[in-house]
């Protein structure tokens, strides 16, 4: 279903899809060619739990749900959400050190995703057990940076064998709290390396993630999602990473569309989907945001 009065079937240009698979490839420029300027802040904009359609490029809806225990239901409606599994907490599977056994889950949520139309996941959550008081510490495998890792690497690896993407969350240092808006974390940089990016460089690396969720929290005094050095210079140039990058829970408050796209946020998770409020007349924000769809697409 390309929107609500349209329907086809697609038919893959399997030749294109191939040469696309090069992210420098020149295609990719005739491909965003093709999508006006709505087309892209729609992209952009409408992805609370949801891909938004985009005809000109035959890019068809298709939906994301939270996890990281299976598929949740929250704002989908998806009609075989009944047939989805309930796996265990990921502070109970990290008690297994088992990364065959994560890698096997993957490929299963995988598979549940190739039948109810979902093709991405909120998952895994690869913060950190800072303290026995976080109220998330259910989402997340562990204290330690490394089986943290290893195992976030595991399920996205079967996912993604499976034709499902992750958004590894929460990027990035957000420990503490229950969705901790207006946080800001103080660390100095060897610590923010070795211990709390340490899980998202493992799983980016390893893994090959190519899908992230920012975070609530500000990294200093700057919004994760807005951090140019956290979500390009880090992540993007550093570790190699190719994909796209979500909000959390999108809150316009704080969570700035230009500053997101500017730094290496792509998309922004609102259930109100809402189209994203970008000054395409603005050649530097303009050219953000092509980045920013075809690192969607």
């Not at 329907?7 to 060619?33: G, H, T």
């Not at 993007?236 to 990473?241: D, I, M, Q, T, V």
């Not at 922004?268 to 945001?289: C, E, V």
Request: aromatic share 12%; net charge negative; proline share 4%.
């Amino acid at each position: 279903e390309l929107s609500g009065e349209v329907e086809a079937n697609l038919k893959y240009n399997d030749e294109l899809l191939q040469k696309l698979s090069d992210y420098k490839a020149d295609e990719w420029d005739d491909l965003l060619d093709q999508m006006t300027e709505q087309d892209i802040k729609d992209l952009l904009g409408k992805a609370g739990y949801v891909i938004w359609p985009v005809e000109s490029v035959g890019l068809p809806r298709s939906e994301t749900h939270d996890g990281p225990a299976g598929f949740n239901l929250i704002y989908n409606a998806a009609d075989a959400s009944a047939e989805w599994s309930a796996f265990p907490t990921e502070a109970t599977i990290g008690c297994s050190w088992n990364k065959r056994l994560v890698y096997n889950m993957g490929r299963a949520i995988g598979a549940e995703g190739k039948v109810t139309n979902s093709i991405g996941w909120n998952a895994p959550g690869i913060n950190l057990h800072r303290s026995p008081y976080n109220s998330r510490n259910y989402e997340y495998y562990s204290e330690d940076p490394i089986l943290s890792g290893y195992l976030g690497a595991e399920v996205i690896r079967g996912a993604k064998n499976n034709g499902l993407w992750c958004y590894m969350k929460h990027w990035a240092a957000s420990e503490a709290g229950d969705n901790p808006q207006n946080w800001n974390t103080w660390l100095n940089e060897q610590t923010l390396r070795e211990i709390y990016l340490k899980p998202f460089e493992i799983s980016t690396k390893r893994g090959g993630a190519n899908a992230i969720m920012s975070a609530f929290n500000r990294l200093g005094c700057v919004w994760t999602g807005g951090n140019w050095a956290l979500s390009t210079q880090i992540l993007r140039n550093e570790w190699g990473f190719k994909g796209v990058m979500v909000t959390d829970y999108f809150i316009g408050s704080y969570m700035d569309y230009t500053q997101a796209i500017t730094a290496g946020n792509d998309t922004f998770l609102d259930p109100n989907l809402r189209s994203a409020d970008i000054d395409m007349t603005n050649p530097i924000y303009a050219d953000r945001a092509r980045t920013a769809a075809k690192n969607m697409l």
